[in-house]
């Protein structure tokens, strides 16, 4: 028994201003971001990282930086996120995570004796090391989206491979752009890193089936309903998965809560990165997905029945 009743929600009318709309967001969104800058973990940059916390909160992100200057560490990263009085702090020299966090806390600790200060956390990432993670996690997403491509063009047509790339697309990138302008308001450690890119990874490959799922009802829908137009068929079919879509979509989302409040520091950025993807992707296989299919089979009709006129006026 469905938990949702069968629909009849007119999804085509709307799906190309929609697909507008999300265009503009996201374009506007990538300039955003670079306007105001990427903030890049430590995986990319190098160096040694640690988190600490001040116990009463009542040190500014400022007097930090000065002790940590005078210590040696002039170009050191500072950020604060989470609880008040808590701190990650990134400082370029590279060596042994222990003592160079242990050498920054007990400075802290000289200086500011009243906080009670913490150290929560420390790693440390050579500088090699961090461009080889950066070059392989680009390839990893370009080799991802294109092993997609092939996958669907070759189980179904080739529009439909383009209208997965689209929608893949879109979901990475306005996945991308909330978590840049939430990292910089400080709400939540959203750096560029390792984790944030294993949580594009899985955007790609959830958002990617439950894409498969819809193009598959339309292939079903076109060999019952032969001689329905393609609006309503996709129609028809968006409306049969809906329960479906929305049933798998909640219940991720379920869990991902669970991690985003309770996971931690190392999972939060990832499980707050996952929630935004799966609600965007969920919105993506509805409305961009098959509006992308719609307009470029119109597209290409249209060219074909001019190319058929020209043709027959020449003749």
């Known amino acids: 028994m469905d938990l949702i009743?069968?629909?009849n929600f007119d999804f085509v009318s709307s799906a190309g201003r929609l697909f507008m709309v999300s265009t503009i967001v996201a374009v506007?969104?990538?300039?955003a971001c670079f306007i105001v800058g990427l903030d890049y973990g430590i995986d990319f940059t190098g160096g040694t990282q640690l988190t600490v916390r001040f116990n009463k909160g009542q040190v500014e992100t400022e007097q930090i930086r000065q002790v940590i200057s005078d210590l040696g560490y002039p170009g050191a990263q500072l950020k604060s996120f989470g609880s008040k009085g808590e701190y990650l702090i990134r400082v370029g020299a590279v060596g042994n995570p222990s003592e160079v966090s242990q050498k920054v806390v007990n400075n802290l600790?000289?200086?500011?004796?009243?906080?009670?200060?913490?150290?929560l956390g420390?790693?440390?990432?050579?500088?090699?090391?961090?461009?080889?993670?950066?070059?392989?996690?680009?390839?990893?997403?370009?080799?991802?989206?294109?092993?997609?491509?092939?996958?669907?063009?070759?189980?179904?047509?080739?529009?439909?491979?383009?209208?997965?790339?689209?929608?893949?697309?879109?979901?990475?990138?306005?996945?991308?752009?909330?978590?840049?302008?939430?990292?910089?308001?400080?709400?939540?450690?959203?750096?560029?890193?390792?984790?944030s890119v294993a949580a594009y990874l899985?955007?790609?490959?959830?958002?990617?089936?439950?894409?498969?799922?819809?193009?598959d009802r339309i292939r079903e829908n076109r060999e019952k309903h032969k001689g329905m137009n393609l609006?309503?068929?996709?129609?028809?079919?968006?409306?049969?998965?809906?329960?479906?879509?929305?049933?798998?979509?909640?219940s991720v989302l379920a869990a991902l809560l669970v991690l985003i409040?309770?996971?931690?520091?190392?999972?939060?950025?990832?499980?707050?990165?996952?929630?935004?993807?799966?609600?965007?992707?969920?919105?993506?296989?509805?409305?961009?997905?098959?509006?992308?299919?719609?307009?470029?089979?119109?597209?290409?009709l249209r060219k074909e029945v001019g190319a058929a006129h020209a043709a027959g006026a020449k003749g």
């Open 5 to 7: 009743k069968k629909t």
């Open 28 to 31: 506007v969104g990538i300039i």
């Open 109 to 119: 600790r000289q200086s500011f004796p009243t906080e009670n200060v913490e150290l």
């Open 122 to 195: 420390a790693d440390n990432v050579a500088k090699t090391v961090s461009t080889e993670l950066a070059i392989d996690s680009i390839l990893a997403l370009v080799v991802a989206v294109i092993i997609m491509l092939i996958y669907i063009a070759f189980r179904f047509e080739f529009v439909y491979g383009l209208g997965s790339i689209v929608a893949l697309l879109h979901d990475v990138v306005l996945a991308f752009v909330i978590s840049v302008l939430f990292n910089k308001l400080g709400l939540l450690n959203l750096e560029l890193s390792i984790n």
């Open 202 to 215: 899985t955007i790609l490959g959830y958002s990617i089936n439950d894409k498969v799922v819809v193009f």
């Open 231 to 250: 609006s309503d068929l996709i129609n028809l079919s968006i409306n049969e998965t809906l329960s479906r879509t929305i049933i798998t979509g909640v």
């Open 261 to 300: 409040f309770f996971g931690g520091d190392v999972l939060e950025g990832f499980a707050f990165t996952m929630f935004v993807g799966i609600v965007i992707g969920t919105y993506s296989s509805i409305y961009i997905a098959s509006s992308f299919v719609l307009w470029y089979t119109d597209r290409v």
